[in-house]
């Protein structure tokens, strides 16, 4: 007569159909936690344009004030727009709002493990702000210097969601994956912004 193992434990519970959409999934290879940055990643840009969409019905204008600087840029060419925008920007920003914070908590704390939410919402909350700067007055800018303002007309909720992401890409996989994922993610942008200035 076999006998059954009562002290064994239960199995976890299935987690529901929101984590396994959108939660972190196990990627031990590097192929695996690539897939991984491009699925998350792509979750994101929907997310981010309901935000858009839907925080400006209940009277919170959301975007990136920052924007307008994409024109003065746009205007050295396509590639030169792609290369700045969805290269050096994206690699610099992660350097400086994942990279950086990251690693400093590292040497204080003096161990690596753990996603420490606390700072990276910190974090995601600058790189949220940088966003809402700009080189213009305006009826509801603040002036930090000689040619630099803060917007405050508009909220930057998405690009605070996507902070977010990053820091935890980031600090699952190591910074490559948070600035492939925002190389990703303004590459999109950036082409959709192209597409729309060539059409009539």
């Not at 935000?51 to 990136?64: E, F, M, V, W």
């Not at 610099?92 to 908590?105: C, H, I």
């Not at 210097?145 to 930057?156: G, K, R």
């Not at 942008?189 to 597409?195: D, H, K, M, N, V």
């Amino acid at each position: 007569m076999i006998e059954s193992n009562t002290d064994a434990p239960p199995p976890p519970p299935r987690p529901n159909w929101i984590v396994r959409t959108f939660g972190p999934r196990p990627a031990e290879s590097f192929g695996a936690q690539l897939g991984e940055v491009v699925r998350r990643t792509a979750w994101i840009l929907p997310c981010e344009l309901l935000l858009i969409s839907l925080l400006p019905l209940i009277g919170i204008p959301a975007g990136n004030a920052g924007a307008e600087d994409l024109d003065a840029i746009m205007e050295h060419g396509a590639l030169y727009f792609l290369a700045v925008g969805a290269i050096l920007a994206p690699a610099m920003e992660e350097a400086v709002f994942r990279g950086l914070p990251s690693l400093m908590s590292d040497l204080v704390l003096r161990r690596k493990d753990g996603q420490r939410w606390m700072l990276g919402i910190f974090a995601a909350l600058i790189f949220a702000a940088v966003h809402n700067l700009v080189n213009e007055a305006g009826a509801r800018t603040i002036q930090l210097s000689a040619d630099l303002y803060f917007d405050t007309s508009i909220v930057p909720a998405p690009q605070f969601l996507f902070g977010l992401l990053l820091w935890d890409l980031m600090r699952r996989y190591g910074l490559w994956a948070s600035a492939f994922s925002h190389m990703l993610h303004n590459l999109v942008f950036l082409s959709l912004a192209l597409t729309q200035q060539g059409s009539p």
